[in-house]
């Protein structure tokens, strides 16, 4: 019984290993590259150099900022009506304000705690500027 188990447990890693090293599997590109490119609206800004900087440690205030950015855009197209390029991903100007403004003295809790009200408000917004944006072809 254990020497068939382990026959078993030797064929299907061999089986596995096979699999994986096949010309097909070759053949495709998987080499990983950080340079983003995107299908809808390619021309979007990027993120603020000081959010692209800031230490693993304070990574929740970038979310933060990301979230924040995220629920104003799908709230400005529900508002708009309009899923154009400018609307859908704008300067990240407007987010960094709210940040600095009203979350970037708070601590570490308090941001984590609006971080999830600002995602709570995408996902509100977001079946509504979806809609909108199928229709414009822009999603």
Same mark, same amino acid.
């Given at each position: ?33 950080? /340079?983003? #490119? =995107?299908?809808?609206?390619? *021309?979007?800004? @990027? ?9 693993? +440690? ?27 390029? /400018?609307? #859908? =991903?704008?300067?990240?100007? *407007?987010?960094? @304000? ?9 601590? +570490? ?31």
């Amino acid at each position: 019984m254990r020497v068939t188990r382990f026959r078993l447990a030797l064929a299907a890693l061999a089986l596995g290993l096979s699999l994986t090293f096949t010309p097909a599997f070759a053949e495709r590109d998987l080499v990983p590259t950080l /340079e983003r #490119r =995107f299908d809808v609206c390619p *021309d979007r800004p @990027a993120e603020l150099s000081w959010m692209q900087e800031i230490p693993l +440690r304070q990574a929740y205030q970038r979310v933060l900022v990301q979230d924040i950015y995220r629920a104003q855009n799908l709230e400005r197209i529900v508002e708009t009506g309009s899923c154009n390029c /400018e609307i #859908r =991903f704008p300067s990240w100007d *407007d987010a960094e @304000a709210m940040f600095r403004e009203v979350h970037a003295s708070g601590e +570490r809790w308090e941001m984590l705690q609006a971080s999830d009200a600002y995602d709570r408000r995408a996902n509100a917004a977001r079946p509504a500027a979806k809609a909108i944006c199928e229709a414009a072809g822009n999603w």
